[in-house]
């Protein structure tokens, strides 16, 4: 199977938002797939960027290696990450794995379930 059909990205602007909803597996194979959306989507300089993971249906260590190098660039370009529908579960797995740096800001204050 291809990455693309693993992992679906739709992408929407509302003024100065990016809405990305994710459709699918986000794991060593659909990374790449998911990297390319959310660097497209933080080139257009939104303010926020909201990332729908509502249809996520799998997410491996690679998954959420990929969104914690999210949340980092979109702070480092000055971008709020919001992301929505998230299950429990993985909303525990996001706060509970975050390790700050010491010269990284927290992000924890970008997830939201």
């Known amino acids: 199977m291809r990455a693309e059909d693993l992992l679906q990205t739709h992408t929407f602007w509302h003024r100065d938002t990016v809405d990305l909803h994710l459709n699918g597996e986000l794991d060593l194979a659909t990374a790449p797939l998911f990297e390319q959306a959310t660097t497209a989507a933080l080139n257009t300089h939104p303010r926020h960027l909201r990332l729908d993971l509502t249809e996520l249906t799998f997410c491996d260590q690679t998954g959420l290696r990929a969104l914690h190098r999210l949340a980092r660039q979109a702070h480092a370009a000055h971008v709020t990450l919001h992301l929505t529908g998230t299950h429990p579960r993985m909303?525990?797995?996001?706060?509970?794995q975050h390790t700050p740096h010491p010269r990284t800001p927290p992000t924890q204050h970008f997830y939201r379930g």
Not at 91 to 96: E, F, S
């Open 91 to 96: 909303h525990r797995t996001l706060t509970q």
